[in-house]
């Protein structure tokens, strides 16, 4: 798993890096595009002169105002174009720190030990018989059932193994607070999103919070920013 990840987290630095020139490119495409269109504006008589119909000068100023409104629609699409490579370079430079943020990694290892646990009980589930319905698998089954999945098996925990450690490495940087039923209890104050709340109960995975209305909100503990105890 760890070399899974070094894996993505460099092509995902690669991509990054991609998207940057481009964005660089169409940047300077941008800039490119706008002092042509400038230049194209000049080219204009002064002052919004009007066309003189039927003037030796009509036909040159007809011109000079196509080239002018194609040069500002070129400019606008190239704004457009260099905006959105700008956005496509944000958001990937973002995406490696939002897949390790701390909450994301501890919802992550969460799921991926439900999809474990599921992954073990279908090695001992019940096999369905058409005369007598759901019946015990045999010791057959559960082996046939348990070398079929013991790879996904080894897989997943291999992925828990890895996420816990970088979980383990946030708290241990302070990056994540690490709480569980074992450090909140009932009457401590919690900041959770950015906001201070009441403990109500510490629950197995959760723990409840006042909102300051007659009703309570639940979080998960990885959501817990800090933690007070009452004097």
Do not use: F
């Amino acid at each position: 798993m760890a070399e899974v990840e070094a894996g993505k987290v460099q092509r995902q630095a690669d991509r990054v890096d991609a998207l940057e020139h481009k964005a660089d490119r169409t940047a300077t495409a941008e800039t490119a595009a706008w002092d042509r269109e400038h230049a194209a504006l000049r080219r204009l008589p002064e002052g919004g002169e009007p066309i003189k119909i039927g003037h030796h000068s009509e036909t040159r100023h007809r011109n000079a105002i196509a080239t002018a409104d194609r040069a500002t629609r070129a400019a606008l699409d190239a704004t457009a174009t260099a905006q959105q490579a700008q956005a496509r370079a944000d958001a990937a430079t973002h995406t490696t720190d939002a897949r390790y943020s701390p909450i994301t990694v501890a919802n992550r290892i969460e799921t991926m030990g439900a999809e474990l646990r599921k992954l073990e009980r279908r090695i001992i589930a019940p096999c369905y018989d058409d005369e007598r319905g759901y019946i015990d698998a045999t010791e057959a089954q559960k082996q046939a059932r348990a070398d079929h999945l013991a790879p996904h098996i080894a897989e997943k925990r291999d992925q828990i193994t890895y996420w816990e450690a970088v979980r383990a490495e946030q708290i241990a940087t302070g990056q994540a607070t690490g709480h569980s039923r074992d450090t909140i209890q009932k009457g401590d104050r919690v900041k959770i999103r950015g906001q201070w709340r009441d403990v109500v109960r510490a629950n197995a995975k959760t723990v409840s919070v006042t909102t300051g209305y007659t009703w309570t909100d639940t979080a998960p503990y990885a959501e817990i920013q800090q933690h007070q105890r009452p004097e």
